[in-house]
């Protein structure tokens, strides 16, 4: 029989009970079936999560901070290996418990739309391109590459407009208007869909109105109809129980289950769809809609694997002897470096060189697990901190002296300063590194050191650090302020000499900085978000509104940040060149070919990333200032140019009209090739001079 064939004799064979055990995540076993018991619940944000050991990769804005979609493949390849030889030791010990299956609730591509989110960590940051791009290399390094077998079940979450705030999570109603939805929040849900995405996760809150797990406008309208999405939809966990508790949409749990069910949500994680039974007693559900949620489900455990034998299994062979491997901890290491990014460096401060023989590491983040790891991360015992990195590589170097004190507290001020500030006076160069841990950012529930349910309500480095570093500069030593976290973090621009955003950057975390200190590696990572100067400039948190003043993120930000999107410097200088069109006119369905040439005109060998914005000429109060089209990491050799080939097809070229149409909008366009997004303060900060052509569309 055909897999179709088959799913549809299991299910003839089912007792009404037995069809509806099977739509909770807890799926019990049918032994005279030959259905195995499963849990459908499994995290993946960074690595195998919750699982027991594997290698823990940077967190996943830094992963996005690398703008390299083929590294991130590399890195989800290496975490289904390891998913998959977990799989196969836990079947073979009979274990099928929750964490160690094969359906991964990863990746989050919700847009980074406020940095005061706690979860936005989890996120690719604010660009709908970006997001789509970094997230859809994950679901093919996740999924593989087998037209018959998934290797594993890659899963867009949380669907859709949510991005807190979590302590509103379960009552809130995002309103946003067609445009923004169409513009903004949903072009890389519809990417992965594309791409052949698994599964599709429903957010916790409501959207227009309606629940999103029981929505018929985003599940039905958009997701299943104009998409065409064929896969299984997931509500998030307890979100049923929501529809009745705190959205008051329904009366009952009977009810709440019903209204998921009909939407198109076909398994629940939580404690409603057992209620299923009731709700067709009472005529508010079909078999008819139960039989087609289990057909997808059983479709889904079908392209895994999980009715074969091991002789039909081509992933049958990965074993215990990949998990944390060698080759996977040197990528870790690897995307760590490349995530880093150099947001400040006056007077060539680093590298650090022969000068520096006396060295002060200070801070609460210096030697703090909780910095690398993150949230929904795995366990791994060869963790590095900052600390651990930075005396390993001192170690080599007999010339060096590194003296080492936490200095303050990472969650509340000192009980007293005492000596400590003054240690920095014998030595040539302070490392402070400060900023945020997983316990004060991250999600409802899970943050112990947050008084917002894992949101903050100020971006500003919290006072009593900020307090610290200012009598730390008041000694007057040159400082290098390397600063952890998942989010937009704002700083005084006087504050250090240089500065390293380092995200949460897993195992190898430690290894990576002490590379990019002393120059072994060169920092080339990119602000995936804008870094706004203050609190104050950020609109309020629960108004979703992208479009129309609001002014969030670069693409509609009216005030001066401290750091825009795409930004990040290197150890070196570059300069783009020219940027040179095969056509300066457009039609619809047409592509524009853009060659760009760039030359690295420092000392080193170096990464750039080389963006392409396109901006209306002319734009609309509602146009974005520009939008983030295409982009590639390139490696340039000291002293030499290379010329890189894009094609942009007229769709880079739409704009979303009031409706949430795209429309293309005839017109001259401006694009632009940077290495930052094409505003006032990028050259300010020292990004370099961006090239520009027009291009005539209609």
Known sequence: MTREERIIDLISQMTLEEKVSQLSYTSPGIERLGIPAYNWWNEALHGVARSGAATVFPQAIGLAATFDADLVRQVATAVSDEARAKYNEASRRGNRGQYCGLTFWTPNINIFRDPRWGRGQETYGEDPYLTGQIGAAFVQGLQGDDPEHLKTAACAKHYAVHSGPEALRHVFDAQVSPKDLFETYLPAFKLLVEQGVESVMGAYNRTLGEPCCGSNYLLKDILRGKWGFTGHVVSDCWAIKDFHENHKVTRTPEESAALALNAGCDLNCGCTFPLLTGSLKQGLVTE??????????????????????????????????????????????????????????????LPLNDSAKNILLIGPAAANIHTLLANYHGLNPRLVTILEGLSAKVSGMPAINLTYHQGCIMYDPNHQNGWTVGMSESNDVVIAVFGLDSAMEGEEGDVIASDSRGDRDAIELPEWQLEYLRKLRERGKPIVLILTGGSAIAIPEDIADAVLYVWYPGEEGGNAVADVLFGDAAPAGKLPVTFPASTKQLPPYEDYAMSGGKGRTYRYMKEEPLYPFGFGLSYTTFRFDSIVLDSGKLAAGGIVRAEVTVTNTGRQDAGEVIQLYVAKEKRGADDPVCSLRSFRRVAVRAGKSVTEMFELPSSCFETVNSAGESVLVPGTYILTAADAAPLPVAMKRGASAPVSARVTVG
């Open 288 to 349: 008819e809609a139960i039989d087609t949620a289990l057909s997808r489900l059983l479709r889904t455990r079908f392209k895994l694997g999980m009715f074969d034998g091991p002789e039909k299994d081509p992933y049958a062979h990965l074993n215990r002897s990949v998990v944390d491997c060698e080759n996977h901890r040197i990528l870790a290491r690897i995307a760590a470096e490349k995530s880093i990014v150099l947001l400040k460096n006056d007077h060539n401060l």
